[in-house]
């Protein structure tokens, strides 16, 4: 059985829009003045081996010389070609017209690869590329955050491209991934299709895109057929890219004029089908009519029945049409307009009317630019390209359970070339409860403080959110990498933030920096108050026993060791890193220089009291005693200048020992300027315990070399301690065991020299008398 043939209305009123554009243009006195232009219908009739065949036809008339006489007799001249619609087709014809420089203007064919214009030299559209198409969609996706979505495409060289075109452009931008790409199938599948449908559904991708033709879905973002009640609830909602809408003044009275009787031979059988197709009734010679099949008459009213072909509101192939007829106009008033002399051609040559060759009319047409009476600006990039712009169209669901198509906005082409989205989101209709935006994602974003994991195999939208390690932060969602934190700053328990590190060192305001102060100060005190009451009973016995004079400086010296820790203390400057060695050097060996001195004195005297040793005592009289202590003190001076000058000790932030805190300490610059002076006071202390312990079995009239034994038995074995207790604490810790080493030493040396003698003065005041200490023993002054 014949299959019934159904009339393409909307492709008649596409050809009726370019009727209009050139009559349109003929009354225009400014535009091709003195020149009529005319057409040629051609219809494909959806086979492309039909549209070859016209391309081939047109071409080989070419081929005759088509130039008209001058009056006006012969052929008309075929110029331009406005078509096809289809992108397969387009690309058969243009391959063939090219090689004949034949312009071509498409309305409707959009696929990407006719942008090559090496290939296709004389294709030019005034619908915006699949490339830009993409961009669009893609500029949609990033609006919304959708990054994980389906793509369906029609089996045809439209699919095929604009699929690949997707894809590259997806992974150059980024931001989302394919959950799948189907290809929709030509002829009805059923198993196919219902594969296709299942996947949808199984799939995690809420976001289905399509990129189709009129064959599947009518052009489908603006097509009425699918706007019925059974589709709305699977397609309501539905966000679609449609070309740029257009108005176009005076095309609805045109197309009432519409008659069989009134149109030229190029658009009788077109008018005659359509008019058969829209009242059902059959134009037929009178002897071959048949009772049961209406007649034609003629008399039809249009007005009176419903057809697409006045439906004018919602213009758009058609409007491209309308750019493409006037696009070539223009070029050729634009060519027609040449002055002689200054032409583009070989030797500045204009083209003529009566031997125009379609090559030169393509010469202006890549130069047109003109405003329509929409506002919409029409030119060529070197592609061929017209500007791009599209309109997004929404599918509203309405109460009633009609539906209707609105403009929520548009895409056009921005200064950088990308596609520039422009949105009313207040008008969207979403069709789901929540009337929101859908959700979808292979992965939940990564929140601030997590990076992006690839999961094994997969796109790169399906991942896995790992958190920042310490000391690394993202302060933004899905981020790829973690950045590292500055030197001084430490990331937040979140991971979102790069906080300044925690500072430490041996503060006055911590629990042990107040404790070793308060015991810093309470040793100066009770140096003070014991010096005070040395001085206070200066000219007892006890006192004046064994030079009075050492005793005192020995206590001045013990009272610069209890302040000079207080150096060890608080945030570390310049000025107390240098000075805070050298003054626990200086006052230490001038301490131990004055016990030192004593000891040497106790045995000069005992010797002395032996037959025939009195000699001994002119080396060790008041003024070698203190010139002994000078000269001991400048050597250990020397030492501290000599460091400080060559590697002084400066403030430093250390991390090693804690990657979240900065422990600010005193570098020493020098570890051979520490070492020798910590050795110099540990030889002097050492020359000291010997003395004093070979002293030790002195009769009892000299037992102060037992307690200067002691004293030093009690500092040496401090300062032993101390070495490995300051290598094994980090940070303050460090400073905190040199400050108790300090403290402890000066208090042993404090009490162990000086507690007997003040316990005599204080609570035996009996036996501080000059017969006790000369019935103990001799006394020196």
């Given at each position: 059985?014949?299959?019934?043939?159904?009339?393409?209305?909307?492709?008649?009123?596409?050809?009726?829009?370019?009727?209009?554009?050139?009559?349109?243009?003929?009354?225009?006195?400014?535009?091709?003045?003195?020149?009529?232009?005319?057409?040629?219908?051609?219809?494909?009739?959806?086979?492309?081996?039909?549209?070859?065949?016209?391309?081939?036809?047109?071409?080989?008339?070419?081929?005759?010389?088509?130039?008209?006489?001058?009056?006006?007799?012969?052929?008309?001249?075929?110029?331009?070609?406005?078509?096809?619609?289809?992108?397969?087709?387009?690309?058969?014809?243009?391959?063939?017209?090219?090689?004949?420089?034949?312009?071509?203007?498409?309305?409707?064919?959009?696929?990407?690869?006719?942008?090559?214009?090496?290939?296709?030299?004389?294709?030019?559209?005034?619908?915006?590329?699949?490339?830009?198409?993409?961009?669009?969609?893609?500029?949609?996706?990033?609006?919304?955050?959708?990054?994980?979505?389906?793509?369906?495409?029609?089996?045809?060289?439209?699919?095929?491209?604009?699929?690949?075109?997707?894809?590259?452009?997806?992974?150059?931008?980024?931001?989302?991934?394919?959950?799948?790409?189907?290809?929709?199938?030509?002829?009805?599948?059923?198993?196919?299709?219902?594969?296709?449908?299942?996947?949808?559904?199984?799939?995690?991708?809420?976001?289905?895109?399509?990129?189709?033709?009129?064959?599947?879905?009518?052009?489908?973002?603006?097509?009425?057929?699918?706007?019925?009640?059974?589709?709305?609830?699977?397609?309501?909602?539905?966000?679609?890219?449609?070309?740029?809408?257009?108005?176009?003044?005076?095309?609805?009275?045109?197309?009432?004029?519409?008659?069989?009787?009134?149109?030229?031979?190029?658009?009788?059988?077109?008018?005659?089908?359509?008019?058969?197709?829209?009242?059902?009734?059959?134009?037929?010679?009178?002897?071959?009519?048949?009772?049961?099949?209406?007649?034609?008459?003629?008399?039809?009213?249009?007005?009176?029945?419903?057809?697409?072909?006045?439906?004018?509101?919602?213009?758009?192939?058609?409007?491209?049409?309308?750019?493409?007829?006037?696009?070539?106009?223009?070029?050729?008033?634009?060519?027609?307009?040449?002055?002689?002399?200054?032409?583009?051609?070989?030797?500045?040559?204009?083209?003529?009317?009566?031997?125009?060759?379609?090559?030169?009319?393509?010469?202006?047409?890549?130069?047109?630019?003109?405003?329509?009476?929409?506002?919409?600006?029409?030119?060529?990039?070197?592609?061929?390209?017209?500007l791009p712009m599209y309109d997004v169209m929404n599918w509203v669901w309405l109460p009633d359970g009609g539906t209707k198509i609105q403009n929520v906005g548009e895409v056009k082409k921005s200064a950088f070339g990308r596609g520039e989205l422009v949105l009313n989101e207040n008008l969207i209709f979403w069709n789901f409860e929540s009337k929101q935006p859908p959700q979808s994602a292979c992965s939940e974003n990564c929140p601030p403080g997590t990076r992006m994991a690839r999961k094994k195999g997969q796109p790169v939208c399906c991942f896995d959110c790992i958190p920042c390690s310490d000391g690394k932060i993202s302060n933004g969602s899905n981020a790829r990498e973690c950045i590292s934190c500055p030197e001084d700053f430490w990331s937040s328990p979140q991971?979102?933030?790069?906080?300044?590190?925690?500072?430490?060192?041996?503060?006055?305001?911590?629990?042990?920096?107040?404790?070793?102060?308060?015991?810093?100060?309470?040793?100066?005190?009770?140096?003070?108050?014991?010096?005070?009451?040395?001085?206070?009973?200066?000219?007892?016995?006890?006192?004046?026993?064994?030079?009075?004079?050492?005793?005192?400086?020995?206590?001045?010296?013990?009272?610069?060791?209890?302040?000079?820790?207080?150096?060890?203390?608080?945030?570390?400057?310049?000025?107390?890193?240098?000075?805070?060695?050298?003054?626990?050097?200086?006052?230490?060996?001038?301490?131990?220089?004055?016990?030192?001195?004593?000891?040497?004195?106790?045995?000069?005297?005992?010797?002395?009291?032996?037959?025939?040793?009195?000699?001994?005592?002119?080396?060790?009289?008041?003024?070698?005693?203190?010139?002994?202590?000078?000269?001991?003190?400048?050597?250990?001076?020397?030492?501290?200048?000599?460091?400080?000058?060559?590697?002084?000790?400066?403030?430093?932030?250390?991390?090693?020992?804690?990657?979240?805190?900065?422990?600010?300490?005193?570098?020493?610059?020098?570890?051979?300027?520490?070492?020798?002076?910590?050795?110099?006071?540990?030889?002097?202390?050492?020359?000291?315990?010997?003395?004093?312990?070979?002293?030790?079995?002195?009769?009892?009239?000299?037992?102060?070399?037992?307690?200067?034994?002691?004293?030093?038995?009690?500092?040496?074995?401090?300062?032993?301690?101390?070495?490995?207790?300051?290598?094994?604490?980090?940070?303050?810790?460090?400073?905190?065991?040199?400050?108790?080493?300090?403290?402890?030493?000066?208090?042993?040396?404090?009490?162990?020299?000086?507690?007997?003698?003040?316990?005599?003065?204080?609570?035996?005041?009996?036996?501080?008398?000059?017969?006790?200490?000369?019935?103990?023993?001799?006394?020196?002054?």
């Open positions: 059985d014949k299959q019934p043939c159904v009339f393409d209305t909307l492709g008649f009123r596409d050809a009726m829009t370019m009727a209009f554009a050139v009559e349109e243009i003929n009354k225009n006195p400014d535009l091709l003045p003195n020149l009529t232009l005319g057409y040629s219908l051609y219809d494909n009739c959806g086979a492309l081996v039909i549209g070859f065949s016209g391309a081939l036809s047109l071409a080989s008339g070419q081929e005759e010389g088509i130039s008209p006489q001058e009056n006006c007799s012969g052929t008309p001249p075929i110029l331009a070609i406005v078509g096809d619609s289809y992108s397969t087709f387009s690309i058969a014809i243009a391959n063939v017209l090219g090689l004949f420089k034949i312009p071509i203007v498409s309305y409707f064919a959009t696929c990407s690869c006719l942008s090559d214009h090496r290939q296709f030299p004389s294709f030019f559209r005034t619908i915006p590329s699949d490339a830009f198409q993409v961009n669009a969609v893609i500029q949609i996706l990033k609006h919304f955050g959708w990054t994980w979505v389906g793509l369906l495409v029609t089996d045809d060289d439209y699919g095929f491209y604009v699929a690949q075109s997707f894809q590259s452009s997806l992974s150059q931008q980024g931001g989302a991934c394919l959950a799948y790409v189907e290809v929709l199938p030509w002829d009805s599948k059923p198993g196919e299709l219902k594969r296709i449908v299942n996947l949808i559904k199984t799939s995690m991708a809420r976001v289905v895109i399509v990129f189709s033709k009129d064959v599947f879905f009518e052009a489908w973002a603006s097509a009425a057929v699918l706007q019925i009640p059974r589709f709305i609830p699977f397609l309501g909602g539905t966000l679609g890219i449609a070309i740029r809408r257009g108005e176009i003044p005076g095309l609805r009275d045109f197309l009432l004029q519409t008659h069989p009787n009134k149109n030229n031979n190029y658009e009788t059988n077109l008018v005659r089908q359509f008019w058969e197709h829209t009242f059902q009734c059959k134009f037929k010679p009178a002897e071959e009519e048949e009772d049961d099949e209406a007649l034609c008459t003629g008399d039809e009213d249009l007005e009176q029945v419903e057809t697409e072909l006045l439906d004018v509101s919602n213009l758009r192939p058609e409007y491209n049409v309308y750019k493409a007829v006037y696009a070539l106009a223009h070029a050729l008033d634009e060519m027609l307009h040449c002055e002689p002399g200054k032409g583009p051609f070989v030797d500045r040559t204009c083209a003529a009317l009566q031997s125009l060759e379609p090559w030169q009319l393509l010469h202006y047409l890549q130069k047109v630019n003109f405003t329509t009476p929409f506002g919409d600006q029409v030119s060529f990039d070197e592609n061929g390209d017209a991971r979102d933030d790069c906080l300044p590190k925690e500072t430490e060192f041996l503060s006055y305001h911590e629990p042990l920096g107040i404790c070793l102060t308060t015991t810093s100060l309470l040793g100066t005190f009770i140096c003070a108050l014991v010096l005070g009451i040395f001085i206070y009973h200066r000219s007892t016995p006890i006192v004046r026993a064994n030079n009075s004079e050492l005793s005192f400086l020995l206590l001045v010296s013990l009272k610069l060791c209890f302040l000079c820790s207080l150096l060890f203390i608080g945030r570390p400057r310049l000025w107390t890193c240098q000075l805070r060695h050298a003054a626990f050097g200086i006052s230490f060996v001038l301490c131990v220089s004055c016990i030192l001195v004593k000891t040497m004195v106790v045995l000069a005297v005992f010797k002395a009291s032996k037959p025939g040793g009195g000699a001994s005592l002119k080396w060790f009289g008041p003024t070698q005693q203190r010139g002994t202590v000078f000269t001991l003190t400048c050597i250990q001076a020397a030492v501290c200048t000599v460091w400080i000058v060559s590697a002084s000790p400066m403030p430093h932030k250390n991390t090693q020992y804690h990657n979240d805190k900065i422990v600010y300490e005193c570098e020493v610059g020098s570890t051979f300027g520490f070492a020798v002076l910590l050795s110099y006071i540990g030889l002097l202390a050492f020359i000291s315990f010997v003395l004093a312990f070979l002293a030790r079995n002195l009769p009892d009239n000299f037992n102060e070399a037992k307690l200067i034994t002691f004293s030093m038995l009690i500092f040496c074995a401090v300062w032993v301690a101390f070495v490995p207790a300051y290598i094994n604490s980090p940070g303050r810790y460090a400073d905190a065991v040199e400050v108790f080493a300090i403290l402890a030493s000066s208090f042993g040396l404090l009490v162990a020299l000086f507690g007997p003698k003040c316990y005599i003065i204080l609570l035996r005041p009996e036996r501080n008398t000059k017969k006790a200490i000369m019935g103990r023993g001799i006394t020196t002054s």
